[in-house]
């Protein structure tokens, strides 16, 4: 029904930046929240960064003032504008669209690097 597709992940020098972004194509909700998670090798998917239909954001306290999440209602896009990158942000960055009936879709996830 939704397809997401990610774009922009590749390799940064620690304290560099790297702009993710995410574009969604087919049924699109008119109320539904995006963002981004990511999953490091071995580890569990976390959230990284959502934004609502509404603007309302929430942060990984692990990103909080490093990473900013935005959205184009018009493009039904979402973009994930990360800043002062740390080696431990190494991760496979997955663009996610959860409707509001609860239906979660996923990207195929952009690997993002980030090492001297």
């Known amino acids: 029904q939704v397809q997401l597709v990610e774009s922009g992940g590749g390799l940064a020098q620690p304290g560099g930046s790297l702009r993710l972004s995410c574009a969604a194509s087919?049924?699109?909700?008119?109320?539904?929240?995006m963002g981004w998670y990511r999953q490091a090798p071995g580890k569990q998917r976390e959230l990284v960064a959502t934004?609502?239909?509404?603007?309302?954001?929430d942060y990984a306290d692990s990103v909080k003032g490093r990473f900013t999440v935005s959205r184009d209602n018009v493009k039904n896009t979402v973009a994930l504008q990360m800043n002062s990158l740390k080696p431990e942000d190494t991760a496979v960055y997955y663009c996610?669209?959860?409707?509001?009936?609860?239906?979660?879709?996923w990207g195929q996830g952009t690997q993002v690097t980030v090492s001297s």
């Open positions: 087919g049924r699109i909700s008119t109320i539904h929240t």
């Open positions: 996610y669209d959860r409707w509001y009936n609860g239906d979660v879709y």
């Open positions: 934004i609502s239909t509404f603007g309302n954001t």
